[in-house]
C-alpha cells in the first residue's frame, strides 16, 4: 500500500476565477517525507544515445537524453546538426529494417532503450542513422563558380 498523499484543491482568486494549486508533496510523517525522497525523480531515468552515421564517422556524436522522450525530439537534433535532410532512418543497435525506429511518438523507453538514475554511471545505447540531403533543382545552387 503506497503513501497517502494530498489531492488537488481548488481555491477561488479574488477575480472570481479558479485556479489550481497542486498539493502532491508527500504527507508529513511518511517514509517519503523523512527520507526526503521524491517519486517523480526516481522515475527520471537518462541515457546516452552514442549516435553514428552510416558509412561516415566524422560526424558521430554522444546526446544524454531521458528515456521519456520522444523519437521526434531526436529526429529535430539531427535535422538540427546537418541542415536540411529527407528519408532519415534511425535504427538501434546495428543498421536493419527490423530495429528501425519508426514512430515518432513513442518514446525512447517503448522502444526498449533502458536508462539510470541521474546519479548513477552513464547507460550507453548505440544508435545508427542515415539520411540522404535535400535535393535541389534550382540552376543557380547548382551552377559551380
Same mark, same amino acid.
Given at each position: 500500500?503506497?503513501?497517502?498523499?494530498?489531492?488537488?484543491?481548488?481555491?477561488?482568486?479574488?477575480?472570481?476565477?479558479?485556479?489550481?494549486?497542486?498539493?502532491?508533496?508527500?504527507?508529513?510523517?511518511?517514509?517519503?517525507?523523512?527520507?526526503?525522497?521524491?517519486?517523480?525523480?526516481?522515475?527520471?531515468?537518462?541515457?546516452?544515445?552514442?549516435?553514428?552515421?552510416?558509412?561516415?564517422?566524422?560526424?558521430?556524436?554522444?546526446?544524454? /537524453?531521458?528515456?521519456?522522450?520522444?523519437? $521526434?525530439?531526436? #529526429?529535430? +537534433?539531427? !535535422?538540427?546538426?546537418?541542415?536540411?535532410?529527407? &528519408? /532519415?532512418?534511425?535504427?538501434?543497435?546495428? $543498421?536493419?529494417? #527490423?530495429? +528501425?525506429? !519508426?514512430?515518432?511518438?513513442?518514446?525512447?523507453? &517503448?522502444?526498449?532503450?533502458?536508462?539510470?538514475?541521474?546519479?548513477?554511471?552513464?547507460?550507453?545505447?548505440?544508435?545508427?542513422?542515415?539520411?540522404?540531403?535535400?535535393?535541389?533543382?534550382?540552376?543557380?545552387?547548382?551552377?559551380?563558380?
Amino acid at each position: 500500500m503506497g503513501p497517502r498523499k494530498i489531492k488537488k484543491k481548488e481555491k477561488v482568486r479574488r477575480n472570481g476565477g479558479l485556479e489550481s494549486e497542486d498539493t502532491s508533496n508527500p504527507v508529513p510523517g511518511t517514509i517519503e517525507s523523512i527520507a526526503g525522497i521524491s517519486s517523480a525523480s526516481q522515475l527520471q531515468h537518462y541515457v546516452t544515445l552514442d549516435m553514428r552515421l552510416l558509412n561516415w564517422n566524422y560526424l558521430n556524436f554522444k546526446l544524454r /537524453l531521458r528515456t521519456s522522450t520522444r523519437l $521526434f525530439v531526436l #529526429k529535430d +537534433e539531427i !535535422r538540427s546538426r546537418h541542415g536540411q535532410i529527407t &528519408d /532519415l532512418k534511425i535504427c538501434r543497435g546495428y $543498421f536493419a529494417e #527490423k530495429n +528501425e525506429l !519508426r514512430d515518432d511518438m513513442s518514446t525512447l523507453q &517503448d522502444y526498449g532503450i533502458e536508462g539510470v538514475p541521474e546519479n548513477e554511471p552513464e547507460a550507453v545505447c548505440v544508435i545508427q542513422y542515415d539520411f540522404k540531403p535535400k535535393e535541389y533543382d534550382n540552376p543557380i545552387l547548382l551552377a559551380s563558380t
